[in-house]
């Protein structure tokens, strides 16, 4: 799948959207999920263009991948979920409902998250 540099997290990316930038350096950005599926709801991307988990392990270098992990993990941290945990999530591709092309991870906590996946 081709990058598409027009989708919403390109666009936050390059300030065409407003976001609430919870945490950003050379290699992330972090901000709040718009529709929060939990209390704590934030997403994470990578600064380079990449459509999903495959295509940023393939193709990023091992900096980027080093730093994006990193401020993740940071991230996390900030949130003050480490205590009580936390999910991360990356959607990939059509089954999953992966809706924004540019890939990123959920951060998910603030309350009991249930079981991995809904019923079918
Ligand atoms: P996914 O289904 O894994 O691709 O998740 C995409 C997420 O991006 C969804 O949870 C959306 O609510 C969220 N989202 C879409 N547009 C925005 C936006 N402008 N700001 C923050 N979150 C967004």
């Known amino acids: 799948m081709t990058y598409d540099p027009t989708n919403v997290f390109a666009r936050i990316l390059r300030g065409e959207i407003p976001c609430e930038k919870l945490y950003e350096d050379e290699f992330a950005l972090a901000f709040p999920d718009i529709r929060p599926a939990a209390p704590c709801h934030v ?3 990578p600064k380079g263009a990449y459509v999903s988990s495959a295509d940023f392990g393939a193709k990023a270098s091992p900096e980027e991948i080093t730093g994006f992990f990193r401020a993740v993990a940071l991230v996390a941290q900030r949130l003050g979920v480490e205590q009580s945990g936390y999910r991360l999530l990356a959607n990939a591709g059509p089954d999953s409902h992966q809706e924004v092309p540019h890939f990123h991870v ?7 998250l249930g079981p991995l996946l809904a019923p079918a």
């Open 43 to 45: 997403l994470v991307i």
């Open 106 to 112: 959920h951060i998910l906590g603030g309350r009991k």
